[in-house]
């Protein structure tokens, strides 16, 4: 089992008194970037969720390397070496640009060579680094997100739809992002946007009504219209 | 550009909300007519507002960081007062002694022991009072004024129900002298000692490890925790200072009045809220701004409708919360 980041083995989770996720089960590969997909409501955030530790499994494990981390505080997963950049980015507004990067540090203090990277990566960061991050853009605000899981070395990140309301020409910096950052750190991505997701994804697992509809490789969707047809319309129905 | 625009841009200028209690103070020299009544008022304001800035900081904090409505934090400013008053009146001689060494032992040793016992009771209250109801307001409101009224029994138990007298310390009696205006001493410690711990509170804010995932957790403590911190720990330390605070409040202002009754916690309780709703929930520099406005209004308006002094402070708040909703420091940038 080694050989997976992650493996979610028939995962059940409640939310209140609403079944959410009715077992869910997937691996993770470690390296490469690894897209979840479905349509609206399907549960794709509930399960990043379950994985932090913010929803709580009623049934099923949740394995990170050799941890069994189902039952776990959510800051003991977070310092296992997993990253979460939430669907509304989780940016502390009234920190600047550099105290929302420096939370994210396990000591307060910088790694000169990785921050250098993340300026390269992304300029704004350095323009605003002083800045409240209130006063940033979304697509600003989307980047300031995933610097910060990036800012020190993790083993996962989680990241929800980080191409929700971007323009074209961010989406296409976005790429090549997390080509780069998905080099050494395995990237677990939910993604609407099917351009940006068969791009960068190894692997993909469509969720569907909180089941998993379809799990398989990336290229084998891309290649197989009919299979996409038939799991996208899903999507396109559902945003009619 | 149009008049309300071009009033609003002045108003920034001069520094916005900041600018409210001088502006409220010139507004109220020509109605209250003398200078030697108002630089007396305004002192009092002051130092009063200190008070109630001291009591308020922590309620805020604790709102502001966890959502927990505690009813219960005037218990802190009560026992705060009365401790105070007993350990003064146990060192009578040193209050009352010719030295200023004595009579600031004797200070010191009245509001310390306010404070450790709001650290200590802070502790006990957030643990066994506070911690099984987090996200259910309804029980908070229910448990929290049930610990209070248990509070309150206690503290007639302890002290019983008539007023009791608090000795001042004799350094602290007294006023400054200057041309016809006399200013009290107690004022002018209220006053600075409110104003050290505003600084300290914003230095460990703005400066410090601990003061940035304080800000952080206001806003959003789920992303807090996902990037590994314990919110609970942090909210503790939080709420065992706040405790303190309005002990140390409570004995500043026991100290103040001179005469305590065990309806002082529930008075103040009503100022403290209506600073806190119009400071900004989880905001020290809204606290302190809505605690200053309240203190001189009350003064101000004790001074020239007496029969208004209640009501001002209300009509300050519901001003307050028409013109700015979230108050006029809310912790986070909107
Ligand atoms: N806090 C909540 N309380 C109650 N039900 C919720 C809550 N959050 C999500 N749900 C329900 O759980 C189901 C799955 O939601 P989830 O957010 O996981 O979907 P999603 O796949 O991320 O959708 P989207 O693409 O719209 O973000 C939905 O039916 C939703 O209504
Ligand atoms: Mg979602």
Redesign the pocket.
């Known amino acids: 089992m080694s050989d997976y980041v992650l493996r979610l083995d028939d995962v059940h989770t409640d939310?209140?008194d609403?079944q959410?996720l009715h077992g869910i089960s997937f691996n993770v590969p470690q390296g490469g970037v690894h897209v979840l997909l479905?349509?609206?409501?399907?549960?794709?955030?509930?399960?990043l969720?379950t994985i932090m530790g913010l929803w709580r499994a009623r049934s099923g494990a949740v394995v990170f390397k050799h941890h069994d981390i189902t039952a776990m505080h959510t800051s003991d997963i977070a310092r296992l070496g997993i990253a979460y950049v939430p669907?509304n980015m989780g940016i502390f507004g009234g920190l600047t640009v550099q105290e929302n990067m420096r939370l994210a540090t396990a000591t307060g203090g910088f790694d000169d060579g990785r921050l250098g990277h993340i300026f390269e990566l992304f300029p704004a960061m350095e323009k605003f680094w002083d800045k409240p991050a209130w006063s940033l853009s979304g697509g600003q605000k989307q980047m300031l997100a995933i610097s910060r899981a990036i800012i020190e070395k993790r083993e996962l990140i989680l990241i929800?739809?980080p191409t929700k309301g971007l323009a074209p020409s961010i989406i296409r910096a976005m790429i090549a992002a997390f080509e780069e950052i998905s080099r050494d750190t395995t990237i677990l991505l939910?993604e609407?946007n099917f351009l940006f997701a068969s791009s960068l994804g190894r692997n993909v697992c469509v969720?569907d009504d909180?089941r998993i509809a379809h799990s398989g490789r990336m290229e084998e969707l891309v290649a197989d219209k009919d299979l996409q047809t038939r799991l996208l319309s899903l999507s396109l129905d559902a945003h009619q | 550009m149009s008049k309300p625009a071009h009033i609003a841009a002045m108003f920034d200028r001069i520094g916005g909300v900041n600018a409210l209690p001088v502006v409220l103070m010139i507004i109220a020299l020509p109605l209250i007519g003398s200078f030697s009544s108002w630089v007396t008022l305004t002192v009092a304001g002051l130092a009063m507002g200190m008070m109630i800035f001291l009591m308020a900081s922590g309620l805020s904090l604790v709102f502001g960081l966890m959502d927990v409505l505690n009813f219960g934090h005037s218990a802190f400013i009560s026992f705060g007062a009365f401790i105070a008053a007993s350990v003064l009146a146990w060192l009578a001689a040193w209050v009352g002694a010719d030295s200023l060494t004595l009579n600031f032992l004797a200070l010191f040793a009245a509001l310390g022991a306010a404070t450790l016992f709001g650290l200590a009771a802070g502790w006990f209250f957030e643990r066994v009072i506070i911690k099984p109801v987090y996200s259910d307001h309804l029980r908070q409101i229910l448990i929290t004024i049930g610990a209070l009224i248990v509070s309150e029994q206690i503290i007639l138990a302890v002290w019983g129900g008539s007023p009791i007298p608090v000795p001042r310390p004799a350094l602290l009696e007294g006023s400054f002298v200057i041309g016809d205006v006399a200013i009290e001493v107690y004022r002018v410690f209220a006053f600075f000692l409110g104003l050290a711990v505003f600084i300290a509170l914003t230095l460990v804010l703005n400066r410090t490890r601990i003061g940035l995932l304080i800000r952080a957790g206001v806003e959003d403590r789920e992303m807090v925790e996902a990037l590994g911190f314990r919110i609970d720990r942090l909210f503790i330390a939080v709420f065992m200072t706040g405790s303190a605070l309005a002990a140390m409040g409570g004995a500043m202002w026991a100290g103040y009045q001179g005469l305590i009754s065990g309806a002082l916690g529930g008075e103040m309780m009503i100022l403290v809220f209506i600073v806190v709703i119009i400071g900004g929930l989880g905001s020290i520099e809204g606290s302190l701004l809505g605690a200053l406005l309240v203190g001189l209004l009350g003064n101000y308006v004790a001074f020239i409708f007496p029969k208004l002094a209640l009501a001002s402070n209300m009509i300050l708040m519901m001003a307050i919360l028409l013109w700015r909703p979230w108050g006029l420091r809310p912790a986070v940038g909107k």
């Open positions: 939310i209140g609403y959410v479905g349509r609206n409501g399907a549960g794709k955030t509930t399960t969720r669907e929800d739809e939910v609407q969720i909180g």
